[in-house]
């Protein structure tokens, strides 16, 4: 009797130690997984484990948006799994992005892959934008372009160009800069050829046509379908700009060579006023000798007072000499005087 009354109440407290473990167990999984996002993962035909949730929620990542881009490309018929969602979330990717480019493209029948769009995402491109853009080609417009033609004359040109990107050449590929640039080089080419502003402004494609749109799409990550002038004007004449400013730098050479010549003749005849200057003073002083010596010879008897007169008249007489002279000179070779009276 006590065996089977000792029996009893081991399987008693087995009963109650497995109840403990389910209630345990039950507690848990409330508390760990997320019922609600695993329950409508279910019901969305993109089954997850509760183990897998549990292990993103330990992994601290988004397992809300990863089961709800993971819902949305299981609806999509994507073959993707959630864990290729999760590698991608976790190397910072935008999930988002890549599923709706990969949804669109399969939409668009594109052979895109996972992996490929991951590579363009996480290359800093996006996604989306590629998908559209090799669906259907973007315009893109340059800046107005400053091109000055043979005979000087500025022509400013705006041009547009239709794009296609290329899937397989965006990783590693230019953008769209580049092809603005190259673009912008052929038109500032093109235009230096023409001989003359009325050659561009009379036949604006003349400009497309001497583009190679194999050249500049080179190495880029699209592929141009048409270089078109959308608007072109003319701008300043700067070639006769340009030989006013040469003519005004030469005219102001000139005036400082014209300057400095001036400068130096000034100064030669500063100098030279000196020189007269000096030599008055000599002259002067050997004056001053003379009537020294000429008091002398006065004062020792040699020269007569009658003489220092003769002398005296003889400088007055020159110098009226002199002074006739001076004035014959001032008068015309020409000039005759007049006559007074009638003819002879």
Known sequence: MNNLLALAVGWWILIILALVLVVALVVVCIIMVPMQTWFRALVSGAHIGMMRLVGMKLRKVDYKKIVNQYILARKAGLKITDSEIETHLMAGGNVEKVVDALIAAHSARIDLGIEQAMAIDLAGRDVVLAVQTSV????????????????GIEVKVIAQVTIKAKLDRIIGGADEETILARVGENVVASVGKAPDHNAVMSNPSFLSKNM??????????????????????VGENLGAKLRIDEAEAKKRISQAAAEERKAQAIAHEQEMRAKTQEMKAVV????????????????????????????????????MRNSFSNKDKDTKPNDRPERHGGMM
């Not at 259907?136 to 005979?151: C, E, H, L, N, Q």
């Not at 190679?212 to 004007?233: G, L, N």
């Open 136 to 151: 259907k080609p973007r315009v893109i417009k340059t800046d107005r372009i400053s091109a000055i033609a043979r005979d």
């Open 212 to 233: 190679d749109p194999k050249d500049i799409d080179k190495e880029t990550a699209f592929e141009i379908m048409s270089i078109d002038i959308c608007d072109i004007d």
């Open 284 to 319: 002067l002083a050997a004056e001053s000798k003379v009537h020294e010596a000429m008091a002398t010879a006065l004062k020792s008897g040699k020269v007569g007072v009658m003489d220092y007169y003769k002398m005296q008249n003889v400088q007055a007489d020159t110098n």
